[in-house]
């Protein structure tokens, strides 16, 4: 429910800002985009546990991170073991801050969202691309590939950046 109301808001904001003639069309591009991407990271990072498949084991390795020593830590990291090694680290140095998941997920979100955003704003030049952009998100990231979103966000914040 809460990804139609935000398709909604997605596209009712852009029919506004692209028929207001009041600023410029670049900053109302801009203040677009921005708005877009803050609603995506509060969607993001405020989740609750058990949406999705695999947040929640996401938080039980995350809870566990914060037993694990930093030798265990770092000689995965040489030796190769395990699973996403710098996954582990990432989280450790997180939790130095904080050990709230939440807050965790928020800054997660911001990361792949800024990312998002700046790739958005960098490859289209009009307010209606920027919407179908957004809502092809909304559909592929959210529908088709829900499972799969925990595992591949540092990934491709990694690779939008790079464009």
């Not at 695999?54 to 000689?75: A, C, G, N, P, V």
């Not at 965790?104 to 979100?109: D, F, Q, R, S, V």
């Not at 990361?111 to 955003?117: E, Y």
């Not at 009009?126 to 925990?150: P, T």
């Amino acid at each position: 429910m809460i990804r139609l109301f935000v398709i909604f808001i997605i596209i009712a904001l852009g029919v506004f800002l692209s028929l207001n003639k009041e600023q410029n069309y670049e900053k109302r591009r801009k203040v677009y985009i921005f708005f877009i991407v803050v609603i995506l990271i509060l969607q993001s990072g405020l989740r609750n546990w058990a949406v999705g498949s695999d947040t929640y084991q996401y938080y039980i390795r995350f809870d566990e991170i914060r037993h694990i020593s930093w030798d265990h830590i770092l000689s995965a990291i040489i030796n190769r073991e395990g699973k996403e090694p710098f996954y582990g680290l990432f989280q450790k140095v997180f939790q130095l801050i904080t050990n709230s998941y939440q807050l965790y997920l928020c800054l997660i979100a911001v990361i792949f969202m800024s990312a998002l955003g700046s790739f958005i704003y960098k490859n289209t030049t009009r307010i209606s691309h920027a919407v179908l952009a957004f809502v092809i998100y909304m559909g592929y990231y959210y529908g088709f590939f829900f499972n799969y979103r925990n595992k591949t966000n540092n990934r491709n914040c990694i690779l939008t950046l790079e464009f």
